[in-house]
């Protein structure tokens, strides 16, 4: 009888404990994002990058938001990427990738070919380890944008994000670069007040790309 009693209290205790103590919580994704000076907060804090600023959002919208590993870098080409990635991919496990990469390759005269050839591999390098992909384009400023390349590269992005199956965000920068008061003095790069409006360019495709 003693021992009926004991078992069925330790039965009771299990059905009247709490959920999260009977289910193990769910491990938060992890994310990798590889970009060049846009993502690497160029000569702004980096508590102020768009990219920490993403992190904050996900951690205030989710209750196991996305651990972002940011592995941007300023000048980084696709070419770089490519001999990178494959350490990081090994290293970090990435169930999302984030490529925001290109404008560099467009701007040191990478042909159409080769920006759509150096794209596809990251991309493939990425599926081929599991991960999903998401694409942030660069929209090249005008001052920059020597024999159309802004154009070339927009098309590329396109193109490429279409053959692959990938989310695309067309431009990072959209309402940015062509607002003087929003860039350094190069006149390239955000400001850290810019960064907050590189967020919003971006949240509308990240947060279903990384929460849903």
């Not at 059905?15 to 992890?30: D, K, N, S, Y």
């Not at 994002?33 to 992190?55: C, E, K, Y």
Request: aromatic share 2%; hydrophobic share 50%.
């Amino acid at each position: 009888m003693n021992l009926l009693k004991a078992t069925l209290a330790a039965v009771f205790l299990c059905i009247a404990m709490p959920a999260t103590t009977v289910l193990a919580a769910v491990p938060a994704q992890t994310v990798l994002l590889v970009g060049d000076s846009l993502s690497s907060a160029h000569r702004v804090p980096v508590a102020s990058g768009w990219v920490s600023l993403l992190t904050r959002r996900l951690q205030a919208s989710a209750a196991t938001p996305p651990t972002i590993v940011n592995a941007s870098r300023g000048g980084k080409t696709m070419a770089d990427a490519i001999a990178e990635l494959p350490g990081l991919l090994a290293r970090h496990h990435p169930q999302a990738v984030i490529l925001e990469l290109g404008g560099n390759d467009a701007i040191l005269g990478a042909t159409e070919t080769q920006l759509s050839h150096d794209l596809s591999r990251l991309i493939d390098m990425a599926h081929d380890a599991g991960a999903r992909v998401a694409v942030l384009g660069f929209e090249i400023p005008p001052k920059l944008d020597h024999d159309r390349c802004a154009a070339r590269l927009r098309g590329v992005y396109r193109q490429v994000a279409h053959d692959k199956g990938v989310v695309l965000l067309p431009s990072l920068m959209a309402g940015v670069s062509n607002q003087p008061a929003l860039l350094l003095d190069d006149g390239v790069h955000p400001t850290a007040t810019a960064q907050a409006r590189l967020l919003d360019n971006a949240w509308s495709t990240l947060k279903p790309f990384l929460l849903d």
